[in-house]
């Protein structure tokens, strides 16, 4: 009884929290787009709150909606994640017009940073606003119910219930369908890109989108030529979002040195990842010895330098991050060491996708339950560091035969 009493409790506090934030979220997007200029149907709005890889998983789909919205005259605006923001700004300005960097994070908490986005946004004059986000987020999203563009267009999302997600809901014009099976994120944007063209082409019969294919600009592969001429070399990536995603610096340190001592002055061996990952790096370094010569370019490397660095890899073993989605658009044979709490959604990939092998590797206690067929997500996050150095190894051995 006294643990059902703190539960609700805490589920009215959680409540009361919320409906102060919405009433500040309203007050501030009410306020911020009080004045708005005429809306334009050739200007169209598209808002990507979400992390590098799903962006990468949504670039295809970004480029085929750009490419037709110019067909009708139209021009696009792509409010970004300031996180994968420089890679849209180098691999997308020809179809994108308008790039407008956002931290996120401090959009939803910051309400005078907030409100000077939203001014922006309302002095542009969108005619069409599209949230393609399938785990959309309230906080973000709350403001296009205050814009006076005539089309606004979500996916129905995750089916999410309660008053804001209503309220949210009846401020767009079309909510689009999505299915509540398991989509792999390439094949989620699919579903929304569909839904949108059968949107704005009513009377055409409902025909599958092209492909899209998964592949990275030209440039890319041009600047890898150059980094590869010195010679093949594997890059280990070993940073991730979330410390739970990581693979023990003691692991990667142990696969060093197996690498070495199988493949020796074949292979150079390359650390990558951001300016934060470079203490893991120094850790794997001073673990793996001084007779395991490891190159540490964690922070040496914008995304699209980081892109070329693994397009010109033999092979990447890297964490549940935006190296692995890098090297599988690349066409770069990869190795994925991952909780597969989100079996399906990210990894493994579809085979359908592939261009080069993509192995991912899961902990012993989600290995038992996938054999069981049991791809629902754990009550509990699955240890990691329990997949071991020479399993990862043997993995990777294959991947590197012929070579």
């Not at 994640?81 to 300005?93: F, G």
């Not at 996120?104 to 910051?110: L, N, P």
């Not at 790096?281 to 980081?306: E, F, H």
């Not at 079996?343 to 290995?367: D, I, V």
């Amino acid at each position: 009884m006294l643990g059902s009493l703190f539960a609700r409790l805490r589920q009215f506090s959680r409540q009361r929290r919320q409906a102060r934030q919405v009433a500040l979220l309203n007050q501030t997007d009410a306020a911020a787009l009080a004045s708005q200029a005429t809306p334009d149907p050739a200007r169209v709005l598209i808002v990507r709150n979400d992390s590098i890889g799903d962006y990468l998983l949504y670039r295809p789909w970004l480029r085929q909606l750009g490419a037709e919205a110019r067909g009708r005259g139209q021009r696009l605006t792509l409010l970004a994640n300031a996180l994968w923001a420089p890679l849209a700004q180098a691999w997308d300005a020809d179809l994108v017009e308008q790039l407008i960097p956002v931290d996120f994070g401090r959009f939803t908490t910051d309400y005078a940073y907030r409100a000077e986005i939203l001014m922006l946004i309302g002095r542009t004059g969108f005619g069409e606003v599209l949230y393609p986000v399938h785990v959309r987020e309230p906080a973000v999203e709350n403001f296009i119910r205050f814009l006076r563009a005539p089309v606004r267009v979500a996916s129905q999302g995750t089916h999410v219930l309660g008053s804001w997600v209503a309220q949210l809901n009846a401020g767009y014009t079309h909510l689009l369908p999505s299915t509540r099976a398991v989509l792999h994120e390439y094949y989620r944007n699919q579903e929304f890109f569909a839904h949108w063209q059968q949107l704005m082409h009513p009377a055409a019969a409902p025909t599958p989108p092209r492909a899209a294919p998964l592949l990275l600009p030209a440039t890319v592969p041009q600047a890898a030529a150059t980094l590869a001429a010195a010679g093949p070399y594997l890059v280990l990536f070993p940073g991730a979002s979330a410390r739970q995603k990581r693979w023990p610096t003691q692991r990667f340190a142990q696969l060093a040195r197996g690498l070495h001592a199988r493949y020796g002055p074949r292979y150079r061996l390359v650390l990558a990842g951001s300016p934060a990952d470079d203490a893991h790096a120094r850790r794997i370094m001073a673990l793996a010895g001084p007779g395991v010569p490891l190159d540490n370019r964690c922070g040496q490397t914008d995304l699209p330098g980081l892109a070329a660095l693994l397009a010109g890899a033999s092979l990447l073993i890297s964490n549940d991050t935006v190296a692995a989605h890098l090297a599988v658009q690349a066409g770069t044979p990869c190795l994925v060491v991952l909780m597969g709490e989100n079996y399906g959604k990210f990894f493994p990939y579809p085979p359908a996708l592939l261009r080069a092998p993509c192995r991912c590797l899961f902990p012993p206690s989600q290995e038992a339950r996938f054999a069981q067929g049991d791809f629902s997500p754990p009550a509990r996050d699955p240890a990691i560091g329990r997949i071991s150095p020479e399993k990862v190894l043997a993995e990777a051995i294959p991947l590197l035969t012929g070579q």
